[in-house]
Every structure is written in structure tokens, then in C-alpha cells.
Antibody, heavy 115, light 108 residues
Framework: DERLVESGGGLVKPGGSLRLSCAAS????????MSWVRQTPGKGLEWLGH???????GTTDYADGRFTISRDDSENTLFLQVNNLKIGDTAVYYC?????????WGLGTLVTVSS | EIVLTQSPGTLSLSPGERATLSCRAS???????LAWYQQKPGQAPRLIFY???NRATGIPDRFSVSGSGTDFTLTISRLEPEDFAVYYC?????????FGQGTKVEVK
């Protein structure tokens, strides 16, 4: 079965940075475009960006410049770097398979931005 | 960015009834790049349709979709207990991909 497990969430102060990880298993990770989506009570679901598979160019596309997505295909792991965190970035962050629509989702990791 | 507006916000129905959920886009979606998701409390969203009308794996045929242009509809023909959830539409025509705010289908 395809499985995604996020980690790295927690409590962060405004202005801080965070790197989230997503461990993939049960599918050929290197061949799949991957995305990050977050969910907040106020703004709902928000697509943050995606990264193409290496054979599709490996490039990224983002909704916001504060996010950086990378991948380590040798470790079947996806990453999200978020800088200059704001109160409004408090959310559950999901990784998901797919670059356009999202077929498999992780359980999410909660990021709380608070002083 | 394309704004997706879902209506109604909440749909109160009984098991066995028909549910009709609407998703309206602020711009014409010229390609079939629309998806629908189901989310239950404490769970991640689950893909139910992609490319407008392609049913995802394991989705029963009581779920159907229709629409084009700016107006799309998700229909659940006869609600089963497991169908009570929040449903989201999502477009991937123009970046950034965006989601609707969701329609909650609750037990009446």
C-alpha cells in the first residue's frame, strides 16, 4: 500500500524556520510528482507547491516564495522548508502524491506558530 | 488565482437521500482539470474524482459528477452512513492550484 508519513512539525516562534519531512513507501517514489498541502480552520486547504519527478525535470512550482520543496529519491523522502513563519502559517501540513491532483495523502503534521 | 465557491456550506440530509453539491469557479476551467475530495474528521482528504469525471480507485458508483465551464456538481445518489463528511473541489488548470472551502454533508 502507498504510504506517506510526515514529521517535523511542532511549536515555532514567528520569524522562525521549519523543515518538514515526508517518508514515502509502497510505490516508486522517484517516478512520482509530489506536493505539499496545508489545512487551516480559517483558510481551508491550500496547495503550497509541487516538485516534479527527476525524469520530468525535477523542477518546482510554488504558491508562495517562502516555501522550498526538495526531495531525496535515494531516501524516498520529500521535504518542505518554510522560512519567516507567521502566525497564519499555523496549520496541519500534508504531503501528497501527485503534482496536480492528489491521490495519496499522509496523516499530516501540525505546525503551530506562536510566541 | 481561480476562486472556487462551494455551496451549500452545509447539507443536512438523512441516509438514503440524494446529495447535490455545487462548485463554481471564478474563471472558466477550459481543461478537465477539476478534482473532488472527501474528508472525514481526523483524517486526510481522500481523492474521489479527478480530471472532472474520473472516479478514483474504490469510489462507489453512487458518486457521480457533472458540469463544465465554471459550474460543476458532485452528486451522491443515496447517502450511506460513511458518506457523511466534508467535500472539497480543487482546480489544477492555473497555478496556484486552489480548493473550494468545502461542503459539509451532515446527518439530519
Amino acid at each position: 500500500d502507498e504510504r506517506l508519513v510526515e514529521s517535523g512539525g511542532g511549536l515555532v516562534k514567528p520569524g522562525g524556520s521549519l523543515r518538514l519531512s515526508c517518508a514515502a513507501s509502497g510505490f516508486t517514489f522517484s517516478s512520482v510528482w509530489m506536493s505539499w498541502v496545508r489545512q487551516t480552520p480559517g483558510k481551508g486547504l491550500e496547495w503550497l507547491g509541487h516538485i516534479k519527478s527527476k525524469d520530468a525535470g525535477g523542477t518546482t512550482d510554488y504558491a508562495d516564495g517562502r516555501f522550498t520543496i526538495s526531495r531525496d529519491d535515494s531516501e524516498n523522502t520529500l521535504f518542505l522548508q518554510v522560512n519567516n513563519l507567521k502566525i497564519g502559517d499555523t496549520a496541519v501540513y500534508y504531503c501528497a502524491s501527485g503534482g496536480h491532483y492528489f491521490g495519496t495523502w499522509g496523516l499530516g503534521t501540525l505546525v503551530t506558530v506562536s510566541s | 488565482e481561480i476562486v472556487l465557491t462551494q455551496s451549500p456550506g452545509t447539507l443536512s440530509l438523512s441516509p438514503g437521500e440524494r446529495a447535490t453539491l455545487s462548485c463554481r469557479a471564478s474563471q472558466i476551467i477550459t481543461s478537465p482539470y477539476l478534482a473532488w475530495y472527501q474528508q472525514k474528521p481526523g483524517q486526510a482528504p481522500r481523492l474521489i474524482f479527478y480530471d472532472v469525471s474520473n472516479r478514483a480507485t474504490g469510489i462507489p458508483d453512487r458518486f457521480s459528477v457533472s458540469g463544465s465551464g465554471t459550474d460543476f456538481t458532485l452528486t451522491i445518489s443515496r447517502l450511506e452512513p460513511e458518506d457523511f463528511a466534508v467535500y472539497y473541489c480543487q482546480q489544477y488548470v492555473t497555478s496556484p492550484w486552489t480548493f473550494g472551502q468545502g461542503t459539509k454533508v451532515e446527518v439530519k
